[in-house]
């Protein structure tokens, strides 16, 4: 995400938390006051967010300084220090939640990104995210996707066409649905990759006749089916000297994604990385001793 995009996400969160005024601050700290906060990590896990919050202290009161002791991607535990921020009482304290709400989501999304990653190391296969994300934190919560090791799927509908199983009934079938994204990709002049998801071995041979998408997708297939599936593929592949991508996606969890990374796929889409994350716990607390 760019600065300029980011600003006006960071307007909306700060809007939305001071309004006319932090009047608890402001009722107990002197506006001159100098201080210092710093990050402290309460669980062990990946951080993210740290270059955000950078923009958010920046955007909130320019004067403030920040010492980054670590990086973004780093595996933390309780105790560690990610960085201390320098500047007005009044400032620490109403930048405080913000800050942390989005470093805290960032770091869950991360940490769970590198635990479903980790599980499949030496496979071959790459963890995808999908768009089951916060409305308004999505390229937040990719980026920290990709800071714990996974990789994104598209970002949005404007990015790659993915034809799934509702596309493909309105269409009338896989080979319509194809046929259709392809005609829409050259009468636009979009080059966009196309993917379609299959809910069978008749629609992935249908699929696989048209010659037309990059990628396929198998939809709920079990562990066993999938090998089969990925065997029908490879084999087109060979006679027709093509490679397309296969991804996995459906209902696959931390116990099961081993099984379907090693049945050969490329990807293994995971909702979860996303939508069903615990935050990162970490405090932003006052440094009394010290003074920036």
């Not at 307007?11 to 006319?20: H, N, P, V």
């Not at 220090?81 to 009044?90: D, M, P, S």
């Not at 479903?116 to 980026?143: A, F, M």
Request: charged share 30%; proline share 2%; net charge negative.
């Amino acid at each position: 995400m760019n600065t300029q995009e980011l600003q006006k996400l960071i307007a909306i969160w700060f809007e939305e938390d001071i309004r006319d005024g932090d009047h608890t601050s402001l009722s107990c700290i002197p506006e001159t006051e100098m201080g210092c906060q710093q990050l402290i990590v309460k669980e062990e896990g990946i951080i993210a967010g740290i270059e955000v919050a950078k923009q958010i202290i920046a955007y909130f009161d320019p004067e403030c300084r920040m010492e980054q002791l670590i990086e973004d991607g780093t595996h933390v535990k309780p105790g560690d220090i990610a960085f201390r921020v320098y500047g007005k009482e009044l400032s620490l304290l109403q930048i405080e939640r913000t800050m942390l709400n989005v470093m805290q989501r960032m770091s869950g999304v991360a940490t769970t990104a590198h635990r479903y990653q980790s599980l499949i190391e030496g496979t071959g296969c790459h963890v995808l995210d999908t768009r089951k994300t916060t409305p308004g934190l999505r390229y937040l919560e990719k980026e920290a996707v990709l800071i714990g090791g996974g990789m994104n799927h598209r970002i949005g509908l404007f990015d790659m066409i993915l034809l799934k199983d509702n596309h493909v009934d309105f269409s009338g079938g896989i080979t319509a649905a194809l046929t259709r994204a392809k005609t829409y990709c050259e009468e636009k002049g979009k080059d966009l990759r196309i993917e379609i998801e299959t809910r069978n071995e008749d629609e992935i041979r249908e699929a696989l006749a048209t010659n037309i998408p990059d990628r396929i997708m198998l939809d709920n297939f079990s562990p066993e089916r999938t090998k089969g599936a990925v065997a029908i593929i490879r084999a087109w592949e060979k006679e027709h000297g093509r490679h397309i991508e296969i991804e996995s996606s459906g209902g696959i969890t931390i116990d099961t994604i081993r099984s379907y990374a090693e049945t050969g796929v490329d990807f293994v889409s995971v909702g979860a990385l996303t939508h069903s994350i615990k935050s990162l716990d970490m405090s932003f607390k006052a440094v009394k001793e010290v003074r920036g």
